[in-house]
């Protein structure tokens, strides 16, 4: 594990002790020197000055200071809120740590991508972005990052996604059964069971009292708001405006309903519209409706998790995935000498 001395399994070959030899010259170099020759006058001055040190050894190979610096600055692209802090620096060492281990196994099983795939990459990079290559170039030369060196992190990358889909990826399976059991634990309980509509009403309501050329009147004005919504006028704002019911303070907005739980002759019409289309004007007991329908949810089927297979797969794909990985790298840290340094 990250952050402690782990040794492998001792094996009496010759490549066990080839690795012993070379971690026990590791862990007598805590700090990496720089000669400096400088002349002083006539004499030869030779000078020893700090320059870099080692913060991790992970098996052969080392990490050093100024290649922690160094990754930092590519987290720093994606996150300019990222701090320099030593938890911050724990954190992409430990990540560091776990990089290096993919990459000796990717060299191990030969794993390689070449120009054109890194290429592809960056393509895809710069149009999710949407930025051209001169403006992504100048913003790596902000961070002191160099294109070819950009180049090179997106080919480290590359390789240690291949690695993960030939160690993770390609042995998750996801069965009929396993999308079942997903979709009757997690989804079944939100579905739809029966057709709904979400309508927008305007109302104008007929008195009690009303005469037959008052309701006339109410009816000619619920034709003149339909004829003008028609035309393009904004149904919220004529909702607002006119309509005397209390939804009118949310634009008209009843929310949805089933079959059933309106009136009929509303009923019977806004269940054969379809969504954005507007009602005749509706004449019930209580006044004149005018309605648009917002949204038309059909009920789902008895096999429901069929419709959703796919959105189901990737779920389970993913969750799958993480649980392996986690289980397989788990194995290689086990398996490998990790030390932390910072």
Not at 110 to 131: C, F, M, P, W
Not at 161 to 174: F, K, P, R
Not at 202 to 212: C, W, Y
Request: one cysteine or more.
């Amino acid at each position: 594990m990250c952050g402690q001395k782990t040794s492998t399994n001792t094996k009496k070959d010759k490549r066990g002790s080839k690795l012993k030899v070379k971690r026990t010259y590791l862990n007598r170099l805590p700090l990496i020197l720089l000669i400096l020759v400088v002349f002083e006058g006539k004499g030869l001055v030779i000078k020893a000055e700090i320059v870099d040190r080692i913060v991790a050894i992970v098996n052969d190979e080392v990490i050093t200071l100024s290649e922690l610096k160094k990754s930092a600055k590519f987290f720093l692209i994606k996150d300019s809120n990222k701090s320099d802090s030593k938890d911050f620096e724990r954190k992409l060492l430990e990540e560091m740590v776990i990089n290096k281990l993919l990459d000796q196994e990717a060299r191990k099983k030969g794993i390689s991508v070449d120009d054109e795939q890194i290429n592809i990459a960056i393509r895809e990079i710069l149009k999710k972005s949407n930025t051209s290559v001169d403006e992504f170039k100048k913003m790596l030369k902000k961070k002191d990052i160099g294109w070819d060196e950009y180049r090179e992190m997106i080919k480290e990358q590359l390789i240690r996604y291949q690695l993960i889909n030939i160690e993770v990826n390609s042995h998750v399976t996801i069965t009929e059964e396993d999308i079942k059991q997903y979709y009757e634990t997690h989804m079944r309980d939100s579905e739809v069971h029966s057709d709904r509509v979400r309508i927008q009403q305007i109302l104008l309501v007929i008195p009690p009292d009303a005469t037959q050329e008052k309701e006339k009147q109410i009816m000619e004005k619920a034709e003149w708001i339909r004829k003008k919504l028609l035309e393009g006028e904004d149904f919220s704002e004529f909702a607002r405006k006119y309509s005397q019911d209390p939804s009118a303070d949310s634009d008209g907005d009843l929310g949805y309903f089933a079959k059933g739980e309106l009136r009929p002759e509303i009923e019977k019409v806004v269940f054969s519209m379809k969504a954005g289309e507007i009602s005749p004007v509706i004449r019930s007991s209580v006044g004149y409706h005018i309605i648009k329908l917002l949204d038309y949810q059909k009920a789902t089927s008895e096999e429901g998790w069929q419709l959703r297979k796919k959105e189901i797969e990737d779920v389970l794909f993913n969750i799958k995935a993480k649980e392996r990985y986690q289980t397989w790298l788990e194995d290689l840290k086990k398996h490998s000498y990790i030390e932390i340094k910072l």
